[in-house]
T-cell receptor, first 110, second 112 residues
Framework: GQQVMQIPQYQHVQEGEDFTTYCNSSTTLSNIQWYKQRPGGHPVFLIQLVKSGEVKKQKRLTFQFGEAKKNSSLHITATQTTDVGTYFCAGGTSYGKLTFGQGTILTVHP | DTAVSQTPKYLVTQMGNDKSIKCEQNLGHDTMYWYKQDSKKFLKIMFSYNNKELIINETVPNRFSPKSPDKAHLNLHINSLELGDSAVYFC???????????FGSGTQLSVL
């Protein structure tokens, strides 16, 4: 079946450092979504990418979708303590199934 | 108003008991889901319903039975609870399958 691998599992950074999490799918995706889950909270939708090679920005966050639509990344510039949480990618297929990556747990030290 | 609400928030019970978790969404979405999140934060889909019809039924023990009485509700009943069922269960909805998910606040299930 479809697998979505996400790395790293954990990332510890100093406030102000950059952070990147990567997602790779075993199959071509129709779209990729990114979610953030704060400690003790529920996943919250950040963005969806659908086009090959697409790049989208949200303030300090940059999302990319690979040319082959099998990988994606989320990059945060100059992390802040409010960025702490678990970041998930979720790959969508043409038959309507969304598969989540394992998530990257980000801690930011002030 | 909470968009996706699930109850209870916490559920502590003994092994062997039967319990239910309820979920309701007021977003007018056609698709609803149950996800299980284990202690390592891994989110695994269990079931998905579209217009009250089961469309995703992952490899889940048949002790877990979803029920969708209408498009706005998706409940999860668990029979003969086991220690390994302890996890956070999230309900979610989307306008259509594969689209942006709105999650409920989760139900922390602890089986003793």
């Amino acid at each position: 079946g479809q697998q979505v691998m996400q790395i790293p599992q954990y990332q510890h950074v100093q406030e102000g450092e950059d952070f990147t999490t990567y997602c790779n799918s075993s199959t071509t995706l129709s779209n990729i979504q990114w979610y953030k889950q704060r400690p003790g909270g529920h996943p919250v939708f950040l963005i969806q990418l659908v086009k090959s090679g697409e790049v989208k920005k949200q303030k300090r966050l940059t999302f990319q979708f690979g040319e082959a639509k099998k990988n994606s990344s989320l990059h945060i510039t100059a992390t802040q303590t409010t960025d702490v949480g678990t970041y998930f990618c979720a790959g969508g297929t043409s038959y309507g199934k969304l598969t989540f990556g394992q998530g990257t747990i980000l801690t930011v030290h002030p | 108003d909470t968009a996706v609400s699930q109850t209870p928030k916490y559920l502590v019970t003994q092994m062997g008991n039967d319990k239910s978790i309820k979920c309701e969404q007021n977003l007018g979405h056609d698709t609803m889901y149950w996800y299980k999140q284990d202690s390592k934060k891994f989110l695994k889909i269990m079931f998905s319903y579209n217009n009250k019809e089961l469309i995703i039924n992952e490899t889940v023990p048949n002790r877990f039975s979803p029920k969708s009485p209408d498009k706005a509700h998706l409940n999860l009943h668990i029979n003969s609870l086991e220690l390994g069922d302890s996890a956070v269960y999230f309900c979610a909805s989307s306008l259509r399958p594969n689209e942006k998910l709105f999650f409920g606040s989760g139900t922390q299930l602890s089986v003793l």
